[in-house]
C-alpha cells in the first residue's frame, strides 16, 4: 500500500512539532526551576512556614525545645514530601515533564485561586476565560479592521486616507500599554467617565445584565489602548500586502482578459492571499490567549498574563509549566491545523510538490 | 556627497535623526556631568538627601503656563552669609547668652508653600538651648509657633505640628468669630490671609510680602552655640519634578537617556546579527545543520519570551546589562531567523555565489565576503525599528518591577510614579515627561527606520 505523499508530509511535521513541544516545556521547567535554585528557597520557605505554625500553635505549648525541634522537623520532612523534594531535581523534572505533558498539572506552591483552590488546573481555568474575553476580541477587532481597512486602502492607493495611514504608522512603535497609561490619565483620571482598571466595578453588580454592561465598560480603555497602537500598523501592513498581490502577473494577465474586476479581486487576488492570512489569524489568535502581561498589570486585568507574572514573582513553578504547556499545546495544535489546511488551500502542498 | 542626497529628501527622517541628535547629545552630557555611581547613590538615597527638596512638586516652567504662580522652595540658613538671616549674640548673666535669630524672605506666590520645616544644631555641655519661636506676618500678625528645648541635632516640623495647627486654628476661630468648617492646614494659616476667604478651603487667599521667623535661644552656657535652617517647601522643582521621596526626577531622567539608548541599540543591532548570521550558516550548509538549528528555533517559538525572561529576572535580582544578555540570547533564535534563511536560500543560488564557488572560494569566504554584505543593508531598517521596541522593553520590566534595581531608568520613574497613584492624585508630570521621552526615543527610531526601509528596500518604495 503506498502513502500518499501528503500523509507522509503530515505525519513527519506531527512528529517533529511533538519533539518540539517537548523540548520546549522541558526547558521551561528547567528555566522555572533554574537547576534547583528556586529548590532552595521553596525549602527555606517550607521550613519557616513549618516552624511558625508549630510555635504559634497553643496545641504545642506543653512541649519542650527538643520536641518541639522533633516535630518541626518531622512535619518539615512531610511537607518536603508533600512538595516533592524526596527525590533529586533530576528525576523530579522527568515527573514534572510527565505529568505536564499529560496535562496532569498538579497542585500550586502558592497561588490559590479565587475560590480557593489550589489545583492549577482550576486556577488557569478561571483566568483564562478573563484573558480570551478581552484579547481574543482586542485581536479579532484589530485583524479584521486591519484587513478591511487594508484593502479599502489598496484600492485607494495614492489617495489621502492611504498617506494618512501611512503617516500615522509611526505610532505603532509605541506598545499598547503604554497608550493605556494616557487612556487611563484622560478618561479615568481628567473626565473621570470610564475606571482606572479592573474587569467589574467593586461590588460587583448582582443583575446579569448590569454585570455585563460593568464589565464592557472596563474593556474599553484597554480595547482602545491595543487599537490606537496596533490598527495603523496593521492596516498598512495588509495594504502592502494586498499591493504586492495585486501587482503579480497572473493578475494583470486576468486583468488584460477582461474579466471583471470583482471576479479578479475575488478569484485572483484574495485567494492566493488566504493561506498567510489565516495563519496571522490563527497565531494571533493563539498568542492572544496567554494574555499580555503588562496590559493586564496596567489595567490590573484578572487575566492569564497578571498570573503569569505573579506566579513568577512568587516562584510558582506548577504554575507557570502549567500555563506554558497550554500554551505549547495550544500552538501544536494550531501549526498542525495550519498544515491541514494549507493542504486544503494550497494545491502544490496538496500534490506533496513543496515537500520540504 | 551625492549619495546623501537622495536620503535629504525624506523629511520624517531628518526629523527623526534631529530628535535621536539631542538624545545622544543629552546622553553624552549626562555621562560627563553625572557619573554613574552618584547618580545611582543619589537616586538610591533616603530622604536625608534630598530633605531640602519638596515632596511630588511639578516642574518649575510649569509657572510659565500657569496663572497661577506656584511657591519655589525658601532656604534660609544661619550658617550661609545671606542678607535676609540675621544671628546676633548678647551675654545676659554670667553663664547665659540669648541668641537671637531673624530670618526673612519675600513671598510673592500666589498659594501656600507646601511644607514648612526647622531644622537646628547645637553645640552645649550639659544643658540644651531653649528656643521660643514666632512668626511675623506682612500685614503684623504674629504667632508664636513653639518653645521648645532643642538637642544637638533637632527639627520642628512646623507644618506638620498637630499640636501647633489646633492652637493656629482655635487663634483663627478667635479673630473671626466664626469656627472653621474644616481643618485649616498650618500653610494656609500662616501663609493665608485672614477674612472669610479662609473658612473654605478653596477660597484661601495667600498674603504676598516680607515674612519674618524670629527664633529667640536661651543658652546655659558660654560657649554654646546653635544654628538653625528653616526651609519653606515650594510646589515647583527643577525641571522634571520631585517623586514623593523628595528625588530630583530629572536625574533619573536624564540618566535613563543613555540607558535607554545603549538597551535598545545594542540589543537590536546584536539580534539581527546573531539572527542573521544563524539564518546564513542554515541556509548555506543546508542538511543536518539546518534542520538542527530549524528544531531550536521551533522550540524558542513556543518559548513565551516576556515570561521566560521574567522568571529568570525574578530569580537572580539581575542587573540591566545581564538583563540585556538574557534579552539577547532569548532572541537569538527568534522568528527573523526563518526570515534570513529564505533571503540566504535565495541568494546562494546566484550567479556570483556559483562563480565564487567555481573559482574555489570556502565556505566562510563566500558568507563572509559574498552573503552577508548583500544582506547587510537589508538589515538596517528593521535594526533601527526594533530598537524602539527594546526601549520599550526596558521600560516594561522596569513597570513589573524587575527591572535593574540600581540605575534609575525612565520606566522605573513611570513604575514610581503608577505605583504610587500619580494617576489618581493627578501628579500628570510624573507620568508624562518619562512618557514623552519614551514616545519621542521610539518615534525618532520609527521615524528613520520606516524612511531607511523604503530607501534600502525600494520594493515597497514603488507601491
Redesign the interface.
Known amino acids: 500500500m503506498k502513502i500518499p505523499p501528503v500523509t507522509l508530509l503530515l505525519l513527519k511535521r506531527a512528529v517533529?512539532?511533538m519533539?518540539?513541544?517537548v523540548?520546549?516545556v522541558y526547558?521551561?521547567i528547567y528555566?522555572?526551576n533554574?537547576g534547583g535554585?528556586?529548590d532552595e528557597i521553596v525549602k527555606g520557605e517550607a521550613l519557616l512556614r513549618v516552624s511558625q505554625a508549630v510555635r504559634a500553635n497553643p496545641a504545642y505549648r506543653s512541649l519542650n525545645e527538643t520536641q518541639i525541634r522533633n516535630l518541626i522537623d518531622r512535619l518539615y520532612q512531610n511537607e518536603l514530601e508533600r512538595l516533592g523534594f524526596d527525590q533529586p531535581f533530576i528525576v523530579r523534572s522527568i515527573n514534572y515533564l510527565r505529568d505536564a505533558l499529560t496535562l496532569d498539572l498538579g497542585r500550586s506552591l502558592f497561588i490559590s485561586s479565587d475560590s480557593g483552590s489550589r489545583s492549577v488546573r482550576i486556577i488557569i481555568a478561571e483566568r483564562l476565560p478573563n484573558t480570551v474575553l478581552l484579547f481574543t476580541t482586542v485581536q479579532l477587532l484589530l485583524f479584521f479592521l486591519g484587513l478591511f481597512t487594508g484593502l479599502l486602502l489598496s484600492r485607494k492607493?495614492g489617495s489621502k486616507l492611504d498617506r494618512l495611514v501611512a503617516l500615522l504608522?509611526?505610532?505603532?512603535?509605541?506598545?499598547g500599554?503604554?497608550y493605556g497609561?494616557?487612556l487611563?490619565?484622560i478618561f479615568?483620571?481628567i473626565l473621570r467617565i470610564l475606571p482606572?482598571g479592573g474587569m467589574v466595578d467593586i461590588p460587583p453588580p448582582t443583575d446579569r445584565l448590569q454585570y455585563a454592561l460593568s464589565v464592557a465598560r472596563h474593556m474599553i480603555l484597554p480595547i482602545m489602548s491595543w487599537l490606537t497602537a496596533y490598527f495603523f500598523i496593521s492596516a498598512y501592513t495588509r495594504r502592502?500586502f494586498f499591493?504586492?498581490f495585486s501587482?503579480e502577473d497572473y493578475v494583470e494577465v486576468a486583468r488584460a482578459r477582461g474579466i471583471p474586476e470583482s471576479v479578479v479581486r475575488r478569484r485572483y487576488i484574495l485567494r492566493p492571499t488566504l493561506p498567510p492570512i489565516i495563519t496571522d489569524l490563527s497565531l494571533t489568535l493563539i498568542a492572544s490567549w496567554?494574555g499580555a502581561?503588562?496590559t493586564e498589570?496596567?489595567f490590573n486585568w484578572p487575566g492569564v498574563g497578571s498570573l503569569?507574572?505573579v506566579a513568577?514573582?512568587f516562584?510558582d513553578t506548577p504554575v507557570?509549566v502549567g500555563?506554558?504547556v497550554i500554551?505549547?499545546y495550544l500552538?501544536?495544535t494550531t501549526v498542525f491545523v495550519l498544515e491541514f489546511v494549507y493542504a486544503i488551500l494550497d494545491p502544490r502542498v496538496r500534490a506533496g510538490v513543496l515537500a520540504r | 556627497m551625492m549619495s546623501l542626497r537622495p536620503i535629504l529628501r525624506y523629511r520624517s527622517l531628518l526629523i527623526g535623526a534631529a530628535i535621536l541628535c539631542v538624545f545622544i547629545i543629552v546622553s553624552i552630557f549626562t555621562i560627563i556631568t553625572i557619573p554613574y555611581e552618584e547618580a545611582a547613590r543619589l537616586w538610591r538615597a533616603g530622604e536625608q538627601t534630598w530633605l531640602e527638596n519638596p515632596r511630588n512638586a511639578v516642574p518649575s516652567w510649569v509657572n510659565l503656563f500657569s496663572p497661577i504662580k506656584l511657591p519655589e522652595t525658601i532656604v534660609l540658613d544661619t550658617e550661609s552669609n545671606s542678607l535676609n538671616v540675621i544671628k546676633i549674640s548678647a551675654p545676659a548673666g554670667e553663664n547665659i547668652k540669648i541668641i537671637r535669630v531673624e530670618m526673612r524672605f519675600d513671598y510673592e506666590y500666589d498659594t501656600p508653600p507646601s511644607e514648612i520645616n526647622l531644622f537646628f544644631k547645637s553645640t552645649y555641655n550639659s544643658s540644651p538651648p531653649q528656643l521660643t519661636i514666632s512668626w511675623i506676618r506682612p500685614d503684623g500678625v504674629q504667632f508664636d509657633l513653639k518653645k521648645m528645648t532643642i538637642s544637638r541635632d533637632d527639627k520642628f516640623y512646623i507644618s506638620a505640628d498637630t499640636e501647633l495647627n489646633a492652637a493656629l486654628n482655635r487663634i483663627i476661630e478667635d479673630k473671626l468669630g466664626a469656627k472653621p468648617p474644616y481643618s485649616i492646614s498650618t500653610t494656609s494659616v500662616l501663609f493665608g490671609v485672614i477674612n472669610e476667604s479662609i473658612l473654605t478651603s478653596e477660597s484661601v487667599e495667600t498674603l504676598k510680602g516680607g515674612y519674618r521667623l524670629l527664633i529667640e535661644g536661651l543658652l546655659f552656657e558660654p560657649t554654646a552655640d546653635f544654628d538653625a535652617k528653616l526651609v519653606v517647601y515650594g510646589k515647583v522643582y527643577g525641571w522634571a519634578g520631585t517623586d514623593h521621596l523628595r528625588r530630583d526626577i530629572g536625574i533619573a531622567l536624564l540618566w535613563g537617556t543613555p540607558i535607554a539608548l545603549l538597551f535598545g541599540v545594542s540589543a537590536a543591532v546584536s539580534i539581527a546579527l546573531i539572527q542573521m548570521s544563524i539564518g546564513a550558516v542554515s541556509a548555506w550548509f543546508r542538511g543536518a545543520v539546518d534542520t538542527f538549528m530549524q528544531r531550536i528555533t521551533e522550540i524558542f517559538l513556543v518559548l513565551p519570551f516576556l515570561p521566560v525572561l521574567i522568571m529568570i529576572s525574578t530569580l537572580y535580582e539581575i542587573n540591566i546589562w545581564t538583563i540585556l544578555l538574557v534579552v539577547i540570547l532569548l532572541s537569538s533564535f527568534g522568528p527573523g531567523v526563518k526570515n534570513y534563511r529564505a533571503l540566504f536560500m535565495q541568494l546562494r543560488e546566484s550567479p556570483y555565489v556559483e562563480a565564487a564557488r567555481a573559482y574555489g572560494a570556502g565556505d566562510f569566504r563566500i558568507l563572509i565576503l559574498h552573503l552577508i554584505p548583500r544582506v547587510l543593508p537589508t538589515m538596517i531598517p528593521s535594526i533601527v525599528l526594533s530598537a524602539a521596541e527594546f526601549v520599550f522593553l526596558e521600560a516594561a520590566l522596569a513597570i513589573l518591577g524587575i527591572g535593574d534595581p540600581i540605575a534609575p531608568t525612565w520606566g522605573k520613574v513611570i513604575q514610581d510614579a503608577f505605583y504610587n497613584g500619580a494617576l489618581f492624585k493627578g501628579q500628570y508630570y510624573w507620568v508624562l515627561i518619562p512618557s514623552a521621552l519614551l514616545a519621542s526615543t521610539s518615534i525618532s527610531f520609527a521615524l528613520i527606520g520606516f524612511t531607511l526601509d523604503k530607501i534600502f528596500n525600494p520594493k515597497l518604495k514603488e507601491i
Open positions: 517533529t512539532i519533539i518540539t513541544v523540548l520546549a526547558i521551561t528555566v522555572a533554574m535554585y528556586v492607493y504608522t509611526p505610532m505603532s512603535s509605541l506598545p500599554w503604554f497609561l494616557f487611563i490619565l479615568a483620571s482606572y502592502t499591493l504586492i501587482s496567554t502581561i503588562i498589570t496596567v503569569f507574572y513568577s514573582v516562584f507557570l500555563l506554558v500554551y505549547a500552538l501544536a
